[in-house]
C-alpha cells in the first residue's frame, strides 16, 4: 500500500474519533506514521486528562487498525 492511501486511512480513522474528544474540548493530529507505526499529538483538553493513555490505547488505536490492521504501534508525543 502506497503512503498516500495509509495517509488516508490513517485520516480517516482520526476523523472517526475526533467527534468524541472535540466534545470535551480535546482533539488529535497526526504527526508521523511508518508502515507499523503511526505517532499522533492530543490537543487541547486531551493533553492533561488523566484518560488520555487509555483513549490511545481502547479508542485510538483500535480505531486506527480497524483501517490498517498491519500497524502494530500507536504512540503520542506530548
Known sequence: ?????????????????RPFLKKDGGDIALIDFTDTEVLIQFEGNCLSCKINNLTLNIGVKQII???????????SID
Open 65 to 75: 487498525k480497524k483501517y490498517l490492521p498491519e500497524i502494530e504501534r500507536v504512540r
Open 1 to 17: 500500500m502506497k503512503d498516500q492511501e495509509k495517509l488516508i486511512k490513517i485520516n480517516r480513522a482520526l476523523e472517526e474519533i
